[in-house]
Every structure is written in C-alpha cells, then in structure tokens.
C-alpha cells in the first residue's frame, strides 16, 4: 500500500518509529496530486517546494532525536476560504485571486504545530456560497466516485481530495452543511464542531452566527486526532469556547449500550430518496444492534429552517463582504471616474451570480422597511429551533437522519434552479441554526455505487458522544472502506489548481 493511501493513525505510528520519511509521505501525497488533480481538480493552489521544505525539516528535527509533534508529517489540504501565510487564499472568488494573506488563521496555525505540513488549498463555492462546488469562479471540481456528478459543497475540493487520496486529511468550513454534505457526497467522514470549539480566526466570513471550521477525513478516528489539535478557546475569536476539552480520541469506545438515539420525524418526511432512506433504517436497525435504543422524537420548527437559514446567512453575507470595495485589496476595477462607480463596477465584475444572489437578499432583508418583518422573525424561529433541539436532548444522548436526501447529483442538474440547489441542506443547517456539532459518516451505497451519509448530531459542546456514536457505527460496518477508482480517467486531462 502507498503512504498516500494510508489513514492518519495507521501513517503516524510508521514515522515515529521512522521506517518510513516525512519527506517520502509528502513525496507520494504530491505525486498523487500530479498524477489525478488534473481530471479531479480538487485544488487551487498546490504547495508542493513549501511542503517538501517543510519535510526535510522535520525529518531534520526527527533524525535529532525530538520527539515527534501530534500530526508530525501527515499531509494536509485547507479549504481555500482559510488565511494562510505567503500562500494565495482565493476563496474561489475572482475578487481575490491573487489576495496573499500576511497571517495564518489559527487552526493553520494550530496544525503546523502539531506537525502537519498543507500540501494546498481546495477548491470550493465562491464564498462558501453553495452545495456542488459549481460555483467556484476559478472551476468545478468533480466527484472521485463519477466524474459526471459534483463533489457537494461548499468545501468539495476539500472532500473529493481526500477519498482521492490526494491529502491524508484536509479542512473544510461549514455554515449550513457545508462539511457534511460534500462527506457525503463523497463517502468520507465530516464533522461540523460546536459553534465556537473551533476558532474562525482567519477564516473569510460568511454568515459569523453560523460559521465553524472542522475536519474532513477517510474515518472517525482520523477526524478525533484532527479535532483535537484544532480545538480549544482563542483570544483572537469572541466566540470561543473557554472551558477545558475532553481528549476526543479516548472518547472512541465501539459500546453504546447506554445510548439513547432519537430519530427526528421531520427528517423523513417528503423529499427524502427512497435509497437514501432505506440506508438510513438499516443504520438504524445496526445500532440497535450494538445495544443503542432508538426512538422517535419531533422537532416541530424545523420545517422553517431553510427559510429562517438562508435570511440570516444572506443577511450577515451582506454585511460581512461589504469589506470587499476595491479599495484596500482584493479585485478593482479599471477606468472609473469615482470612488462609488469603482466600487459599484469592481464588485459587478469581481463577484459571481450566486454571491451576488444572496448580497442582494441579504441587504433586501435588512433594509429599513424588512428588517423587522424578515430578518427579526428569522432570529426567532431560530430560537424556536435552538429550543427544540435542547428538550429533545433532555431525553436522548444523540440524534439521527440523513446528511442529504439525495446521493450526489449530476453536474449541471441544479444549477439553473437555486431554490432546488438550497434543499440540498436541508438536513444539516439545523445543526448549525443551534449551534450543535454534527458528523456525516459513510452507511451505505445506491445501485450506481454513490455513496451514502448519515448525519449524528450532539448537544452542544458534547463531541464525546458524536464520536463515541459514530465511531461504534463505523466499526460495525465497512462502509468507510470503499475507495473509488480515479485512476480510470486520470490520463484525460491535465491542470488543476496553480502549484507555488
């Protein structure tokens, strides 16, 4: 087996005892990008000379007898909305093609600490706006499992590289399901942390109320050792979490006898697939199995999360990417006579459809005469949601549905239809309305081979139990193990992201 195709905890174990190099595993990890990147076309920017130096330092301090770091040479990729120092940090937009932050974000920060060395940025939906990857202004990246059909998204790049086994873990950010659908999508594990675990410092703002960074990776506990490094309080960050932290690897027992699972009714109502959900009640039927007792509970004010989800976000999108005005960096337009007509022009050229889509929404629904009728009931129906989920976990340990009603669709299939396009998240922006974690793992596959996720969701700051459940259901089941075939159209094209 090559060191690229290795898990997090099986490749770690081998550096430390050094039969195999960091500069080797990084060595075949790049190789791999050059060799499939082409057709997949999971990254924007591939820091290959940086990585390979990183390496070579490592294994310099290695060969000196240190003890190696938490993650020591294990390759990471960084959804491409997350500040990295000297390195291109795009966020799919036009508008910030060439912006190079002078800072790394913390949980940058945080993982070359720990001894992981980023290998590039990943493609992803302008902004994080978006559920394919589609509307990335720099180009689609595709699903490793059918060239054909998208990766999910917003953070699809940051999926589709690491079940094509171009990273042995990446990042992604999550706002409304950005993280989980993509797992799904591409038959990975995704986790969304509770709102404030880990800091957003250096992460491009979509909807601040919503936002979280999390792990995406090949098994549950390959996302425990990511989430351990990247968690915990930041000054640098308002919203952190304080408190002191569990150790979430120790936390993987495959024993959950004493669980109680409630399955959401409104999770199954109309829209969900048949597929889908028939992968779903077998899941089911396997942790009452493993000694969980599931039953059945309701959540009355989720059917109006969608709604309330998408005029909050809009609201705080506009309010956040007012900062990109073509004066102080970013994309700025030629020719104009004034201040406000170069504004005006530079966002019109700078900024994609659905970026522009939800601005306008967003400024629609805080205007003066809306702010009250729809950004405020909004606000409330959120509170009605957050309610919901903390009486539920009053009586349940954790809950269960569907990350996506559909496996991943075709490319193109949605693009000409938003509202479509949004219903997509309609299993995971709860989470993040109320601020809980939730993790997608792999339960089953349809007819064609795509893969299937479920969604685990916890009461907030209780990832103990989000992993311990999604680690004994993954133990049960092999459905982590499926890998697709990308070598069959690798040789079709060739240049992906830009290499630095």
């Known amino acids: 087996m090559k060191l690229n195709e290795l898990r997090a905890h099986e490749l770690l174990p081998m550096i430390e005892r050094q039969e195999v190099t960091v500069e080797e595993a990084v060595t075949e990890t790049l190789d791999r990008i050059a060799a499939i990147d082409g057709i997949i076309k999971a990254y924007i920017t591939v820091t290959g000379e940086r990585a390979l130096q990183r390496a070579k330092e490592a294994d310099a301090r290695l060969r000196k007898g240190e003890p190696p770091r938490p993650l020591e040479g294990l390759s990471v990729a960084i959804k491409d909305n997350i500040c990295t120092k000297g390195v291109r940090t795009t966020g799919a937009s036009r508008y910030l093609e060439d912006f190079i932050p002078p800072y790394d974000a913390t949980v940058v920060e945080r993982l070359e600490d720990a001894g992981a060395i980023v290998v590039g940025k990943t493609n992803m939906d302008e902004f994080a706006m978006g559920s394919s990857t589609e509307n990335s202004a720099m180009f689609p990246t595709k699903n490793p499992w059918n060239l054909k059909r998208v990766p999910g998204g917003s953070s699809g790049g940051s999926a589709a ?109 109309e829209g969900l697939s048949k597929t889908v959900k028939d992968a779903f009640m077998k899941a089911l039927e396997k942790l009452e199995e493993l000694g969980a007792k599931v039953v059945e509970v309701s959540l009355p004010h989720v059917r109006h999360a969608l709604a309330a989800y998408y005029v909050i976000s809009s609201a705080e999108a506009s309010s956040n990417l007012a900062r ?39 400024t629609y629904v805080l205007s003066e005469e809306n702010h009250k009728k729809y950004f405020n009931e909004a606000l409330k129906v959120r509170s009605l949601i957050s309610q919901d989920f903390q009486e539920v976990f009053e009586m349940c340990d954790c809950l269960m549905g569907p990350t996506s009603p559909t496996v991943a669709f075709e490319a193109g299939e949605k693009t000409r239809n938003p509202l479509e396009m949004y219903l997509s998240d309609v299993y995971t922006v709860p989470p993040n309305l109320a601020g809980i974690p ?48 990308t070598q069959k159209g690798a040789h079709e094209s060739a240049g992906g992201g830009r290499s630095v």
């Not at 957003?200 to 490094?229: E, F, H, T």
């Not at 504004?343 to 700078?350: L, P, Q, T």
């Open 438 to 485: 939730g993790i997608s793992v792999p339960c089953g596959f349809d007819e064609e081979g795509m893969p299937i996720g479920l969604q685990i969701m916890a009461g907030q700051y209780d990832e103990a139990t989000l992993l311990r459940v999604a680690y004994a259901f993954e133990q049960a089941t092999d459905f982590h193990k499926g890998r697709p075939d």
């Open 324 to 362: 990109l005005d073509g004066v102080r960096y970013g994309y700025r337009a030629a020719g104009c006579e004034d201040s406000a007509s170069m504004m005006a022009v530079s966002r019109g050229e700078g900024l994609g459809p659905e970026v522009k889509r939800r601005i306008v929404l967003g």
């Open 161 to 269: 590289c690491v079940i094509a086994e171009e990273a042995v873990f990446s990042l992604g950010s999550d706002t409304g399901g950005s993280i989980r659908q993509p797992a799904s999508f591409c038959g990975i594990v995704g986790l969304k942390p509770s709102y404030g675990l880990v800091s957003r410092y250096g992460l491009i703002g979509y909807a601040s109320s919503m936002d979280q960074i999390g792990p995406m990776a090949r098994d549950v506990k390959d996302c425990a050792l990511i989430l351990q490094a990247i968690a915990g309080y930041d000054q640098r960050d308002s919203q952190s979490y304080p408190n002191e932290l569990p150790d979430y690897t120790g936390c993987l027992i495959p024993d959950i006898r004493n669980i109680t699972v409630g399955v959401p009714k409104e999770f199954l109502d």
